[in-house]
């Protein structure tokens, strides 16, 4: 069977051995694009639980969310290792001091189980202390830097109150970089006035930054949020799921085939998902992808 893409599963295996999950955690961040620092608004699609995964409970305290995540991943996949995973919010958002203890607490819990660390953070959220501070995990750890960009242009990310810049992000690359931290770039498809010829002009973008890995996924609209607004009165119109399939293999085709695709959908809140209903349906998605590829004769890379 042709390798379609540079998965990340894969990519986990060779490294480890075994099967290795990233768990996802809550650790109580903030934002400064919801802080007031920004803005208090937040990004127009971002909900009040953020990027957080479906499997965690908020309300929880972090051992536990811990606990609750490790047996429905082991239920679901079997013993395997897991990347502990700072997901929701910005996790780089405190004191170095703080961010050292929080982290040091999660790797000490299930050492021989937390294969490594990933932290999801802005790219405008990541000053040099914190950048070193990551650098001396990364040199004791499997380690991911995981920014949010959603796009390369400036014009898109005033639109959706993103509250950064593209030269932001570059710079946060550049820094990071020079640490030798492995980068993964967050990127939404669909974002409201965006043409697919710019939507595709991203991916020459991440290229060029040259980032280790990609999470890519539609846009969707949550319930209480801008986004839902805009919607509602009918100034947004979502991709359909032939449009994303098709956009997102023209992403990929794109995209140098050195980077790894950590994400090629979502998983959104299905009690607050307003639209499209076809984003819950994950493995359709994915096997859309696959048999979009394959019927193009197509992979990863080979249009960049």
């Known amino acids: 069977m042709q390798v379609s893409y540079n998965k990340f599963s894969q990519h986990l295996r060779q490294t480890f051995g075994r ?32 990027a957080a995964s479906p499997l965690l409970d908020n309300i929880a305290t972090l051992k536990k969310q811990y606990e609750r995540a490790r047996q429905a991943l082991t239920k679901k996949y079997g013993p395997c290792k897991f990347i502990a995973y700072f997901q929701a919010f910005t996790n780089t958002y405190a004191p170095v001091n703080e961010l050292q203890k929080l982290y040091d607490e999660v790797l000490g819990w299930d050492k021989d189980n937390i294969a490594g660390l990933a932290i999801g953070t802005r790219p405008d959220c990541v000053p040099d202390e914190v950048l070193d501070l990551l650098a001396d995990y990364a040199g004791r750890y499997y380690f991911w830097l995981e920014l949010g960009l959603q796009s390369s242009h400036d014009r898109t990310l005033k639109l959706i109150n993103r509250g950064h810049t593209v030269a932001q992000f570059e710079d946060a690359v550049k820094r990071a970089r020079l640490r030798n931290l492995r980068i993964c770039a967050h990127i939404i498809l669909g974002l409201p006035g965006e043409t697919r010829e710019e939507m595709l002009k991203t991916a020459g973008f991440l290229n060029q930054q040259q980032v280790a890995a990609v999470k890519l996924h539609g846009l969707y609209v949550l319930r209480d949020t801008p986004l839902a607004a805009i919607y509602e009165q009918g100034e947004y119109e979502p991709l359909t799921f032939a449009e994303y399939i098709s956009l997102a293999c023209d992403f990929l085709e794109r995209l140098s085939p050195d980077i790894i695709i950590q994400r090629l959908t979502s998983d959104p809140p299905f009690n607050s998902l307003i639209a499209p209903q076809w984003m819950l349906d994950k493995s359709k998605i994915l096997c859309g992808i696959e048999r979009e590829l394959a019927s193009r004769g197509s992979k990863q890379g080979i249009n960049r």
């Open 19 to 50: 099967r290795v999950q990233k768990l996802p955690l809550n650790a109580g961040f903030s934002c400064p694009n919801r802080d007031g620092v920004l803005s208090s608004q937040g990004c127009i699609y971002c909900g009040p639980c953020g």
